[in-house]
């Protein structure tokens, strides 16, 4: 009896993280997401204006992947290597009347570590952590994705 009782209970500790199945509306996001460039944005904490470069996977040498899944998870790759399978929680969801859409996911429910992003019914998104992130303040990325 101790043991169905230590089990139901290491059953329900496993099964008790918090994590959001992406449904309804969320599910525009499912599949898999490649980087196709990436606009940064820079040079105004050196006094230089603001410098526009676009980076692309020709110019970085790598190509990005992003697999967002019902079950609440995103995969990260790179060269088709897999770097980083994480739970996503989501902070924030929502969908204009043009069909245009924003989120907030926070990665392994960390406020330090985001998802954010918005996206188009196209089927495209931008994602400002993923695959290149700035520093706050002084420049910015734009990681733009196409569906697969």
Known sequence: ???IFLIIIVNCLIGSCKKDHLK???????????WVNTVHKFGWCEGLGTIVELITPETEGSN??????????????????????????????KIFENGNFEFVYLINNKQDSKLAGYG??????????????????????????IRE
């Open 64 to 93: 990005y992947l992003m697999e967002l899944r019902k079950s609440g998870h995103v995969d990260f790759y790179n060269d088709e290597k897999l770097i980083s399978k994480n739970r996503i929680v989501c902070e924030h969801f």
């Open 24 to 34: 309804n509306e969320q599910e525009i996001l499912i599949g898999k997401w490649r």
């Open 1 to 3: 009896m101790k043991k």
């Open 120 to 145: 188009w019914p196209e089927d495209s998104l931008v994602i400002t952590e993923y695959p290149l992130n700035g520093i706050s303040g002084c420049e910015d990325y734009l990681n733009y994705f």
